[in-house]
């Protein structure tokens, strides 16, 4: 991986996203049923995005329980699902292909920049859980869980993560397309 490339992409996935719901408020075209699925799928990724957030300490503690028993991203997946959903119900082809193509080359790059990082402040045990779970796409059937069955969703994380603020986005979104 290209260290400058990853550095750069780290920081400016929120920027480029910013500019990407520009040009999303810009150019969509929603329909009532676009809106409807578009919105579902997107609604999907909120609530993954809210169930991944319970249980992250990060920089604290190595998340495998949740969501994280099935995928080592679940919050990358929900914003998957949130930009695929909101260019979706924006009717426009260039939305979602730009969309796919930011988010494969941002956000692929900035997982494995993490990888990194999780390698080199958990070891051995972060080894292990690669192995065991996938990067991005879920597998719900596995022989091994790492996870400690113990640990439940925390409320106090989910706020503590500011995940709210994804919520908050999603309905600005919602609205903003019914009036459109």
Same mark, same amino acid.
């Given at each position: 991986m290209n260290n400058r490339f990853a550095a750069w992409a780290a920081r400016a996935r929120v920027p480029l996203g910013f500019a990407w719901g520009a040009a999303?408020?810009?150019?969509?075209q929603p329909t009532v049923w676009l809106l409807e699925v578009g919105g579902g799928v997107a609604l999907a990724g909120v609530l993954i995005r809210a169930y991944s957030a319970g249980y992250l300490e990060k920089g604290r503690k190595l998340?495998?329980?949740?969501?994280y028993r099935y995928a080592r991203n679940p919050l990358y997946l929900g914003s998957f699902f949130i930009g695929a959903g909101f260019a979706l119900a924006g009717g426009a082809w260039a939305l979602g292909i730009s969309f796919l193509l930011l988010f494969l080359l941002i956000y692929g790059t900035v997982m494995r !920049?993490?990888?990194?990082?999780?390698?080199?402040?958990?070891? /051995?045990?972060?080894?292990?859980? +690669?192995?065991? =779970?996938?990067?991005?796409l879920p597998v719900f059937f596995r022989?091994?869980?790492?996870?400690?069955?113990?640990?439940?969703? !925390?409320w106090e994380l989910?706020?503590?993560?500011?995940?709210? /603020?994804?919520?908050?986005?999603? +309905?600005?979104? =919602?609205v903003f397309l019914a009036l459109k």
């Open positions: 999303f408020l810009v150019f969509s998340a495998m329980a949740g969501p !920049r993490e990888e990194d990082f999780l390698r080199r402040q958990f070891g /051995e045990d972060f080894n292990r859980y +690669a192995r065991a =779970v996938p990067l991005f022989r091994s869980n790492p996870a400690n069955p113990e640990e439940r969703f !925390r989910y706020r503590k993560n500011h995940e709210h /603020e994804a919520a908050l986005g999603f +309905a600005a979104g =919602v």
